[in-house]
């Protein structure tokens, strides 16, 4: 089955439902009761650079996860209703620049706390690759904001922190390392954005967004949604937005096209790059799929031999992977698998757990 085929199989079984708008593209602003300021060293500005409808859109220009910039509403967001139902997604659409900024050494100790907030440290490392998963040592504080980046090796002072919140969970929330033989972004390019949401009874909740397995759009924009009951802390609050704080793990800069609340009951559904194959041992295919799960952010999984159970080999949307054993050598026949193939599972799933994950398998023969 085509992939465009898959993909409008898909959107007919379950097209996501439009909820609670944000904010919302083709009207300024003004118009929409939002206003924006800076975080830390951030940027935060409507712009006419680029827009996902009409003319202008929200241009983020963010340092780290803890600098970036903060959209309040005049007239709060009430999302206490669309909380309950486990399909409601809160969805962004973006738009991401390479960074173009070199990092030069880290800074000296943090900045101070933001007003609401009861610590300054950032998260701790992310995982080295392979490891995936959360980050490593605990940070040395929750959500505050952290020192900038300074610009020379012996780094820069710190700067005045961004808004508080509470402490963080052990750990950090580093993006870890692809597992197996993934392939990974550079270093430069937006991975992670980070959005702090303070409500109006003084609390605030974290979101953390995966921007590089995203969902295209049109025109280099992308969407992305995480449930509201994934969002860590949302559940402890009134709900009712009063402001958002964006960012993102690279020096870099984004637009901001569209936010909303969605309801998206989509299933996930895949199709790899090819279902049979024959190849002789040592030597390297590339795996590959292409996803669909309305505006779910998705993970791709593989297991490259089901003779030994299926497990994680190997996280990506593109892997690959090198056969060192025969799948068929009659001399070997320790090595023979049934019918003298590989079996390869490929299970696509949403990064947060509330849909049910897609398996499939490819074929592959191993000649000695």
Known sequence: MSSILLASLVTLIAAPQDGTTLYRPGISIKDQDISLRSWGSGICSETEEDAYEGTTSIRVTTKNLFQGGILTWMKPVDLASAYDDKSNLLRITFKSLDATVSSGGSGKAGGLP???????????????????????????????????????????????????????????????????????????????????????????????????????????????????????????????????????????????????????????????????????????????????GGSSVLKYTWDFDDADGIQVDAEGQSVNYRFRTASNDLKNPATMRPNGEFTITLTVSDEYGLKTPYTTTIKVKVNP
């Open 114 to 292: 933001g007003a609401a907030g009861t610590g300054t440290g950032g998260g701790g490392k992310g995982g080295a690759a392979g490891a995936g998963g959360f980050g490593g040592a605990a940070g040395a504080g929750g959500f505050g904001g952290g020192g900038q980046r300074g610009g020379a090796p012996t780094g820069g002072g710190g700067r005045q922190g961004g808004p508080g919140g509470f402490p963080g969970a052990p750990g950090g929330f580093g993006q870890g390392g692809p597992g197996g033989t993934s392939s990974s972004a550079s270093d430069d390019t937006l991975k992670t954005m980070r959005l702090i949401i303070s409500t109006t009874d003084g609390k605030k909740s974290e979101a953390l967004i995966p921007a590089s397995t995203t969902v295209g759009v049109e025109r280099g924009w992308k969407q992305a949604g995480i449930p509201l009951q994934a969002i860590k802390g949302f559940d402890k609050t009134n709900k009712v937005i009063k402001d958002i704080s964006f960012s993102g793990d690279v020096s870099t800069a984004f637009y901001v096209g569209d936010l909303r609340v969605i309801s998206d009951r989509t299933p996930i559904r895949a199709e790899p790059n090819f279902r049979t194959a024959v190849c002789s041992v040592n030597n390297t295919l590339t795996f590959s799929a292409t996803g669909y």
